[in-house]
Each structure stands twice: as structure tokens, then as C-alpha cells.
């Protein structure tokens, strides 16, 4: 699996700024969440999403005995070493230290990212040392398959 052009999702992920925060919400300029928005960078970078999301609660990461977050997203994407994610990486954040991982942002350059956070919406910040500490795991969009290419250059066309 090859990587997608790391330009293609931070342009992707920088048109939902401004995008109101919702919980399980993915529509561009209408609401997200943190899942939401990598949701929606997929879909413009990769394609259609290979399956629905199933329900969450708010508490959904800090019970069971799984990194699910991690898990779900190991299935799809490409995972990096955290320490290297560079501009275009999907980062996995744990938002207490030993708690299960359950924030998601997009580095959008060396020193900023891009993310959904409740009652701001969809910005880019700052990645700190504080958020960087945060960082437990990191991974590449994949490049779209050669169909949904082909089918991409004709929606262009017409």
C-alpha cells in the first residue's frame, strides 16, 4: 500500500476549517467531530469509506481492554512510527496519560495540526509539546485504489 499524496490530505483536511464541532457528525461546514473530520479527509483523498461507523458514545474510548480507535484505523491505513509522523499523518491522541487513545488531528505542517475539538470546531493549532506528548500512534492515508482514480478523472471531465 503506497501512501497518498501528503499535499492532497492537508488541503483536504484545511477546507473543513471552520466546520462547527458535532458529535458523530462528518459533513463539510455543517458539524464533525475529530473522527468526522479524518472521515471526511478520506473521502476526498482516498474514496468512499470502506465501512460505516457504528454509534459512539463520549465515553466510547475509556472502557473495554482495546486500543479500538487504533485498531480500526491499523486496518486501513498505513501506521508510522509516531516519533517520525510528518505533514499529512493521521495522529492518534491519548488525552490522559495510560488512557486508551481517542483523539484524532492531521499534522499539517512540522509545527501545527489540524483537528475537531468540542465548542471550537475544526482548527489548526499549534502542535505543541503538550500535544506532541499526546501522540501514541500515527498513520498515512493510503493512495486511492485505480479505480476510484479512474472514476475521479471523469467526474473532472464532465
Known amino acids: 500500500m503506497r501512501a497518498a499524496d501528503p499535499e492532497r490530505v492537508i488541503a483536504a483536511a484545511r477546507s473543513w476549517l471552520g466546520t462547527p464541532y458535532h458529535d458523530q457528525?462528518?459533513?463539510?461546514?455543517?458539524?464533525?467531530?475529530?473522527?468526522?473530520l479524518a472521515r471526511g479527509v478520506w473521502r476526498e483523498v482516498v474514496g468512499p469509506e470502506p465501512s460505516p461507523i457504528p454509534p459512539y458514545s463520549r465515553d466510547w474510548g475509556e472502557i473495554g481492554p482495546r486500543e479500538v480507535l487504533a485498531e480500526g484505523v491499523r486496518r486501513m491505513m498505513i501506521e508510522v512510527d509516531p516519533a517520525a509522523a510528518e505533514a499529512g499523518a493521521l495522529v492518534l491522541f491519548r488525552m490522559k496519560p495510560r488512557a486508551f487513545a481517542k483523539h484524532v488531528g492531521i499534522?499539517?505542517?512540522?509545527?501545527?495540526?489540524?483537528h475537531a475539538y468540542e465548542r471550537l470546531g475544526v482548527i489548526e493549532e499549534p502542535l505543541s509539546s503538550v500535544w506532541r506528548r499526546r501522540i501514541a500512534f500515527a498513520f498515512l492515508f493510503p493512495r486511492p485504489s485505480a479505480s476510484v482514480r479512474k472514476q475521479a478523472r471523469r467526474k473532472r471531465k464532465s
Open 25 to 36: 457528525a462528518s459533513l463539510r461546514g455543517v458539524g464533525c467531530d475529530c473522527l468526522g
Open 107 to 114: 499534522i499539517s505542517d512540522p509545527g501545527s495540526f489540524i
